[in-house]
């Protein structure tokens, strides 16, 4: 009898042969899960696998969807998975650091620090050097 994770990647290898990125669309289809849902998931962070983004589209590596089908067949037989079974993915999947909204400043933050830091001397300068002068307009 076959194992879940044999059974797992026999159907990932015969549905996607020769891929390794597997686009979000494909991982629903598989799933029997909508579309729709699987956006909201990753949206909300809830997503079982590490998803990489290429331009505008989402992909899971095939090996994460066979560990991850494998899991959902051993949970189904009521089994659990041997360590040897799992699968090692050679996509770094890191937490990265979050970007703020908007556009990206140009400079850093220290550079604008020093930058405001040089206007404040410059002005307390130019008050320094022109304060018991009167000033006339017209």
């Known amino acids: 009898m ?4 044999e059974l797992a990647a026999a159907h990932i290898q015969s549905s996607f042969p020769d891929q390794f990125f597997i686009p979000i669309r494909d991982f629903a289809r598989v799933t029997s899960e909508s579309f729709g849902g699987v956006r909201n998931k990753i949206a909300a962070g809830d997503f079982p696998l590490p998803t990489i983004l290429q331009g505008t589209r989402r992909f899971v590596t095939a090996p994460d969807l066979i560990q991850y089908l494998a899991e959902k067949y051993a949970a189904a037989r009521g089994e659990t998975l041997q360590v040897e079974e799992k699968v090692a993915t050679p996509v770094a999947t890191g937490e990265t650091e979050k970007r703020g909204r908007g556009c990206p400043k140009k400079y850093s933050k220290a550079a604008r620090q020093a930058a405001a830091e ?7 300068r130019k008050n320094q050097s022109g304060a018991g002068q009167e000033v006339r307009h017209g």
């Not at 076959?2 to 994770?5: C, E, K, S």
């Open 2 to 5: 076959a194992t879940p994770f």
């Open 118 to 124: 040089r206007a404040r001397q410059a002005r307390a």
